[in-house]
């Protein structure tokens, strides 16, 4: 394997103007993104986060995706070594006007965000009958 295949992809940080309000961290989850004729998928990794940590909001175009880690509780443990770093993830896009934003739909498993952006369908051809007054 090449050096390229095997570098590690560090969290990075959410870049946030001001000053923060909150002690935890906030990550930018990694997306992939796809497009088929019907719909754009989304595919954001929030490891960590449980269904029930996810808040999808959309408001002026802007589909906003934040996802809080729970924290774990190691009762009678000794922590030797932590890398896992807990935080919350937020990431936001523009929505493009051919999303159709009231079938949008989410999914949560094994730490990845599913969503899916139907596609407006275009007007199909038809005839208009001319009515008479």
């Known amino acids: ?3 390229k295949e095997m570098q590690v ?3 990075q940080e959410v870049q946030q103007a001001g000053e923060p309000t909150k002690p935890e961290k906030q990550y930018v989850p990694a997306v992939d993104i796809f497009e088929t004729a019907e719909a754009v ?6 490891p960590g ?5 996810v808040e999808i909001e959309l408001e002026n175009e802007t589909l ?3 996802g809080t880690v729970a924290p774990q509780e190691h009762g009678g443990e000794t922590v030797l070594l932590r890398e896992f770093e807990p935080g919350s993830y937020l990431r936001k896009f523009t929505v493009a006007e051919t999303i159709d934003q009231e079938k949008i739909q989410a999914t949560m498993a ?4 599913t969503l899916v952006l139907p596609k407006i369908a275009p007007a199909k051809p038809r005839r208009i009958e001319v009515q008479g007054i």
Request: aromatic share 0%; no cysteine.
């Open 110 to 113: 094994d730490g990845v965000l």
């Open 49 to 53: 986060v449980a269904k029930d940590g």
């Open 41 to 46: 998928n989304v595919l954001a990794e929030m």
């Open 64 to 66: 906003t995706i934040r």
């Open 9 to 11: 992809q560090q969290k």
């Open 1 to 3: 394997m090449t050096e």
